[in-house]
């Protein structure tokens, strides 16, 4: 017992709890921050390109800084602009939906009265439909004044965060070299080539796990709205965000959406529909399955278990942005027990 009450162990003990404090506390609400360095990160070999062109650093950041957001605000604007249009067509034909999907549920009691015991019947005839009136008046309160009321309260915040990450953004693309500088500065020259080896590790791996994500994303939304277009579904750009967006979420996917949507088309007598996004899931499958190893490669280096316990773990502590940055900390740790900066006595 008593040899492992040293110095060295101790000061490991502190540096992990000071870790954990700062991952459950610091970092939820430094995400901006975070943001914005690893962008940062990501356009400093551009920047650094161009300042060999131009000889200065300051103009090559204020060029590429202001063409970010030039090209970024048009899109967004683009964007925004067709998906509140279609998201009012979408909520005002979705209680007609559900509406049609009751009617469909109590067409059906007398085909289970005819298989099932009358008592038997009408009780699960009665939980589905309330299941399904329950579904529509939580949509209905969701898009209430009251929450539509609390989303624009939460506006300042929301503006104020983006504020700090455009400010943090353009000063760390101008100070990535003097962070460089400092941290030399004050670090052993064989200290600083492993925090050096393991930046380097790091950034290619998070910048290459976030860049594949971002591609196999687009993907996936381009196959998504292509076929909905083909398959001539309304509201066909709001949908192919939504599955976007579900697709992005960790063990649920695509399909997660697509199928029971079949379901449903085959439930209020559109077996047609319901084929084709049956063949539209399959479709989202198979691209998946075979693009994402040839996107991700092996520069990420993270196994799907691991990504999941990470994944779990974030979200258990940071909530919904914890399943993003659950891995991004496990790649972290992951690089500097591998680059043994931190030695134990067990295999890595």
């Given at each position: 017992?008593?040899?492992w009450?040293?110095?060295?162990?101790?000061?490991i003990?502190?540096?992990?709890?000071?870790?954990?404090?700062f991952?459950?506390?610091?970092?939820?609400?430094?995400?901006?921050l975070?943001?914005?360095?690893?962008?940062?990160l990501?356009?400093?070999?551009?920047?650094?390109?161009?300042t060999?062109?131009i000889?200065?650093?300051k103009?090559?950041?204020?060029?590429?800084?202001?063409?970010l957001?030039?090209i970024?605000?048009?899109?967004?604007?683009?964007?925004?602009?067709?998906?509140?249009?279609?998201?009012?067509l979408f909520i005002k034909?979705?209680?007609?939906?559900?509406n049609?999907?009751?009617k469909?549920?109590?067409?059906?009691?007398d085909?289970?009265?005819?298989?099932?015991?009358d008592e038997?019947?009408?009780?699960?005839?009665?939980?589905?439909?309330?299941?399904?009136?329950?579904?529509?008046?939580s949509?209905?309160?969701?898009?209430?004044v009251?929450?539509?009321?609390?989303?624009?309260?939460?506006?300042?915040?929301?503006?104020i965060?983006?504020?700090?990450?455009?400010?943090?953004?353009?000063?760390?693309?101008?100070?990535?070299p003097?962070?460089?500088?400092?941290?030399?500065?004050?670090?052993?020259?064989?200290?600083?080539?492993?925090?050096?080896?393991?930046?380097n590790?790091?950034s290619?791996?998070?910048?290459?796990?976030?860049?594949?994500?971002?591609?196999?994303?687009?993907?996936?939304?381009?196959f998504?709205?292509?076929?909905?277009?083909?398959?001539?579904?309304d509201?066909?750009?709001?949908?192919?965000?939504?599955?976007?967006?579900?697709?992005?979420?960790?063990?649920?996917?695509?399909?997660?959406?697509?199928?029971?949507?079949a379901?449903?088309?085959?439930?209020?007598?559109?077996?047609?529909?319901?084929?084709?996004?049956?063949i539209l899931?399959?479709?989202?499958?198979?691209?998946?399955?075979?693009?994402?190893?040839?996107?991700?490669?092996?520069?990420?280096?993270?196994?799907?278990?691991?990504?999941?316990?990470?994944?779990?773990?974030?979200?258990?502590?940071?909530?919904f942005l914890?399943?993003?940055?659950?891995?991004l900390?496990?790649?972290?740790?992951k690089?500097?027990?591998?680059?043994?900066?931190?030695?134990?006595?067990?295999?890595?």
């Amino acid at each position: 017992m008593k040899k492992w009450i040293n110095k060295r162990n101790i000061s490991i003990f502190i540096i992990a709890i000071l870790t954990i404090l700062f991952i459950y506390f610091i970092i939820p609400i430094s995400i901006p921050l975070i943001t914005a360095f690893i962008i940062a990160l990501a356009f400093n070999p551009l920047i650094k390109r161009l300042t060999n062109k131009i000889n200065s650093r300051k103009w090559s950041v204020i060029i590429i800084y202001t063409s970010l957001l030039t090209i970024s605000g048009f899109i967004t604007y683009l964007f925004l602009t067709k998906l509140i249009d279609q998201i009012v067509l979408f909520i005002k034909d979705l209680p007609n939906k559900i509406n049609k999907l009751i009617k469909v549920i109590e067409q059906y009691n007398d085909k289970m009265k005819a298989v099932l015991p009358d008592e038997m019947a009408t009780t699960i005839n009665k939980e589905l439909q309330n299941f399904v009136a329950s579904m529509r008046d939580s949509i209905s309160h969701y898009f209430s004044v009251e929450n539509i009321t609390e989303v624009v309260s939460s506006l300042p915040g929301f503006i104020i965060s983006l504020v700090v990450f455009l400010v943090a953004l353009f000063l760390f693309m101008l100070e990535i070299p003097n962070i460089h500088k400092f941290i030399k500065k004050h670090l052993y020259p064989n200290t600083y080539t492993q925090v050096i080896t393991i930046y380097n590790k790091i950034s290619h791996s998070i910048l290459g796990m976030i860049t594949a994500t971002v591609i196999l994303s687009f993907i996936t939304w381009v196959f998504t709205y292509i076929g909905l277009l083909i398959i001539g579904v309304d509201s066909a750009f709001v949908i192919s965000l939504l599955i976007w967006f579900i697709d992005i979420l960790p063990i649920v996917g695509a399909t997660g959406f697509t199928i029971p949507w079949a379901a449903y088309a085959y439930t209020v007598g559109d077996p047609t529909l319901g084929i084709q996004l049956i063949i539209l899931s399959i479709v989202l499958l198979v691209q998946r399955k075979v693009l994402e190893p040839k996107i991700f490669g092996t520069g990420v280096g993270l196994t799907p278990l691991p990504t999941l316990i990470s994944m779990f773990i974030g979200l258990k502590l940071m909530g919904f942005l914890g399943f993003f940055i659950g891995p991004l900390i496990l790649i972290v740790i992951k690089t500097i027990l591998e680059s043994g900066l931190i030695k134990t006595d067990f295999k890595i």
